[in-house]
């Protein structure tokens, strides 16, 4: 439970690397009301990933579904707050970020917090979490990659140094060979991009033939 959020940061981090950057980084969300859906049933699935890992069903176990829904809804009210603060208004799309970050920021210490810990924890993830710290610019430039590995790498991060630090540095090496192990052998035998007219026609056609959203004639 102590590093185990720290994980999907190292794997994503490789996965982007291979997987190269986006033709266009404009972007806009393609669906915000899917994205919170998303967001609302990953809070909700997270409450087992962390109380699982108690291997038990026992005080330890209750009190990290607490403090998961502590910090998750802390980073939320934290990230949107910034976002009023340095755009002048908040965002969907801002909210349900925060709250992955929380969720992420937690997860190594849940096991060992209580519930006074827990919104600080949260309300300090988007700190580690944001992607235009110093750090993230540098990488970013190099690969452009969205947010993933900011809420899981620099959150998972900050919670896991904040609890085990030797734990998280063994877990990190690990994922990050175990993880290049697996990513090369499958780029060298099957595609993990689409080609150029697929992604910007959208996978949606390109995939499925099928419009995900046709409203307008």
């Known amino acids: 439970m102590a590093v185990s959020s720290a994980q999907p940061g190292c794997a994503t981090l490789l996965a982007v690397a ?18 919170m859906i998303g ?8 409450f087992g990933f962390n109380r699982g890992s108690s ?22 009210l934290s990230w949107a707050a910034w976002e009023r603060y340095k755009f002048g208004r908040a965002s969907l799309i801002g909210l349900v970020t925060g709250t992955i970050a929380g969720l992420a920021s937690i ?16 309300g300090s993830a988007d700190k580690a979490s944001r992607p235009h710290r110093r750090h993230a610019r540098c990488l970013r430039r190099a690969w452009r990659w969205r947010h993933l590995w900011h809420h899981h790498g ?50 949606d056609l390109s995939t499925h033939d099928k419009r995900a959203y046709d409203i307008t004639s």
């Open 18 to 35: 291979a997987l190269g950057p986006r033709k266009h980084t404009t972007t806009p969300p393609h669906n915000p009301g899917m994205v």
């Open 39 to 46: 967001a609302g049933m990953l809070w909700v699935g997270w």
């Open 55 to 76: 291997l038990a069903a026992n005080g330890q176990a209750a009190m990290a579904i607490t403090v998961t829904h502590l910090s998750a809804a802390a980073a939320s």
């Open 107 to 122: 997860t190594p210490a849940s096991g060992y917090v209580g519930p006074v810990a827990a919104p600080f924890i949260g």
């Open 154 to 203: 620099g959150g998972a991060g900050r919670g896991g140094m904040a609890t085990q630090l030797g734990g998280l540095a063994v877990v990190g090496l690990w994922t990050t060979i175990a993880s290049r192990a697996l990513i090369k052998p499958c780029a060298a035998l099957l595609p993990i991009r689409v080609d150029l007219e697929s992604e910007v026609n959208g996978l």
